[in-house]
C-alpha cells in the first residue's frame, strides 16, 4: 500500500492558550471592551490546510487486522449470502474495522500514542468463508498524536517513532461486545454503566476473566511524520456577507439536575459577562438560549450561547438542537463531555449547511481521538474527498476541565472575531 502524507487543518485550542500575546493589549484595546482584547494572537499570514499543534506532533500509520465473523448458526446458502453482501458493501466492513480500531484505544494510549478513532477507507486484502466463519483482512490508514510532553518523559523525540510496530489484543468479532462477553474484559467502569456504546473504552483483554477470541494480527504501525505548518481560518470565507454566525454550547458537568454551583453553568454566565463587558447587546430572535450581536468595523457578530439549563429543557430534544445549530452558524463551540466519541450529529453530512464554510470547537477530553476525521468524513464529496475544503476542527489533545472551558472559549472566538474584522491581516 502506497503511503501519501496528508494535511489536516486541525488546529489546536491549547495551542492558542499555549501563545497569548498580551502585548496587543495596548490602551485602546482595553477601553473598548475592558481586559478581553488582550488575547489576541497576531498573525502573519493566512493558509488554508494544514495541522498546527505546539504541543503534539501527528503521525500517521496503519492499522491492520483479521476479522472472524462467526456465521456459524446461518445456513450454507446464507453463510455465502452474507460474505457477498459484506464483499460488496465496503462501508459494512469499514464500520466493524472502526469496532476493532476503538479497542486498541487503551493498549496504544499506554504507548503515548492516542488514536483518530474513526476509521478512514479501508483496503480490504481478503474476504474468505472458512468453516462457519468470514474472515476480512484489512488495512486502514489512521492518524495518531503523540503530546510532546509526553514523548520527553519517556526521553523519546517523534522521529524515532517512524516504523515502530505495536501489536495490540482487539476482539476478532467486533460485534455486539457487552451483549456476548459482558463486564468479563472490561475494568474501570461504574456498575450499570457498561454498554456496546462505551465498551471499548474499558476494555481490558489482560483480564484473566477475559475469554475473548483476540485477532492474531492486529498491529499499529507508524508510516511517517506529518508536517506541521502555521495555520489560520477561512476568513475571506467567513466575511464575504458581512456577517459571522457563532454558537456556544455549554453543557453542565454533573449528572442529574442541573445547578448554580455546576462548573458548566458557572462557565456560562462567565462567558455571557464576558459577552457584555465586548459590548455585545441580548436581542430577540432565538427560540432556545440568548443571542448576542454587536457590529464591529462594519461586520455583524452573532453569538448565540446555549446553557446547560437550556440543554436540561430540551430533554430528549437535545440531539436535536445540536442539529439545528450546526446546520445554522458557521462557528460551533461545543464544551461539555465527549460521550465516548458519541456525538452521531457530526457524522451526517446532511447536517452541515451546504456550501459554507465552518469552524467547529469541540472543547471535549482528548476530542482528537473522537471528532477530528468524523467531521471530515461526513463532509467529504467527490470533489473534496478529504473533507477539509469547509471545514476547519480545533481539538483538544489532554483532558479539557470544564473550570478551563470558559477561557479556552473566550480566547478562541475572541481571535476568531478579531481576524474576521481585519480579513486575517494584522
Not at 230 to 239: K, N, S
Request: with cysteine; hydrophobic share 40%; charged share 25%.
Amino acid at each position: 500500500m502506497s503511503m501519501r502524507l496528508k494535511r489536516n487543518p486541525v488546529l489546536m485550542a491549547v495551542l492558542l492558550l499555549a501563545t497569548v500575546c498580551v502585548a496587543c493589549a495596548d490602551d485602546a484595546l482595553e477601553a473598548e471592551s475592558g481586559l478581553l482584547e488582550d488575547t489576541l494572537v497576531p498573525t502573519a499570514g493566512k493558509a488554508d490546510t494544514a495541522y498546527f499543534s505546539n504541543l503534539a506532533t501527528e503521525l500517521e500509520g496503519e492499522f491492520s487486522a483479521t476479522m472472524r465473523l462467526d456465521v456459524s448458526d446461518l445456513s450454507e446458502a446464507e453463510q455465502v449470502a452474507e460474505q457477498e453482501r459484506l464483499a460488496m458493501n465496503l462501508f459494512q466492513v469499514r464500520r466493524l474495522a472502526g469496532e476493532q480500531l476503538k479497542l486498541a484505544k487503551g493498549q496504544l494510549n499506554a504507548e503515548k500514542l492516542h488514536l483518530n478513532l474513526t476509521a478512514d477507507a479501508v483496503d480490504v486484502d481478503r474476504i474468505e468463508l472458512i468453516d462457519g466463519t468470514i474472515e476480512i483482512g484489512y488495512r486502514i490508514s489512521v492518524e495518531t498524536l503523540v503530546t510532546q510532553k509526553e514523548l520527553r518523559q519517556e526521553g523519546i523525540v517523534p522521529g524515532d517513532l517512524v516504523d515502530a510496530v505495536y501489536p495490540v489484543s482487539v476482539a476478532a468479532d467486533p460485534r455486539e461486545l457487552f451483549e456476548r462477553h459482558g463486564e468479563t474484559c472490561a475494568k474501570g467502569f461504574h456498575d450499570g454503566d457498561l454498554n456496546n456504546e462505551n465498551f471499548f473504552y474499558y476494555f481490558d483483554p489482560s483480564l484473566t476473566t477475559c475469554a475473548m477470541d483476540m485477532a492474531e494480527d492486529a498491529q499499529f504501525r507508524v508510516n511517517a511524520l506529518l508536517p506541521a505548518t502555521d495555520t489560520f481560518p477561512e476568513y475571506d470565507r467567513l466575511v464575504e456577507d458581512r456577517r459571522v454566525t457563532a454558537a456556544v454550547i455549554f453543557g453542565a458537568a454533573e449528572n442529574g439536575p442541573v445547578y448554580g454551583g455546576d462548573w458548566g453553568v458557572m462557565m456560562w454566565r462567565t462567558f455571557e459577562v464576558n459577552l457584555r463587558m465586548a459590548r455585545f447587546t441580548l436581542v430577540e430572535g432565538v427560540s432556545v438560549g440568548r443571542r448576542f450581536v454587536r457590529t464591529k468595523d462594519g461586520l455583524e457578530q452573532v453569538v448565540d450561547v446555549i446553557s446547560p439549563y437550556d440543554l436540561e429543557d430540551q430533554g430528549d430534544n437535545g440531539v436535536g438542537l445540536f442539529t439545528e445549530l450546526l446546520g445554522s452558524h458557521e462557528i460551533l463551540f461545543y464544551n461539555g463531555h465527549s460521550f465516548y466519541g458519541s456525538l452521531d450529529v457530526l457524522s451526517h453530512a446532511e447536517n452541515y449547511p451546504a456550501d459554507t464554510y465552518q469552524i467547529l470547537f469541540m472543547n471535549s477530553c482528548w476530542s482528537y481521538e473522537y471528532y477530528t476525521r468524523q467531521v471530515a468524513t461526513a463532509r467529504a464529496t467527490e470533489s473534496d474527498p478529504a473533507g477539509w475544503g469547509l471545514v476547519d476542527v480545533v481539538n483538544n489533545t489532554t483532558y479539557a476541565h470544564f473550570a478551563h472551558m470558559e477561557d479556552s472559549s473566550r480566547v478562541l472566538l475572541w481571535n476568531l472575531l478579531a481576524g474576521a474584522e481585519v480579513g486575517g491581516v494584522d
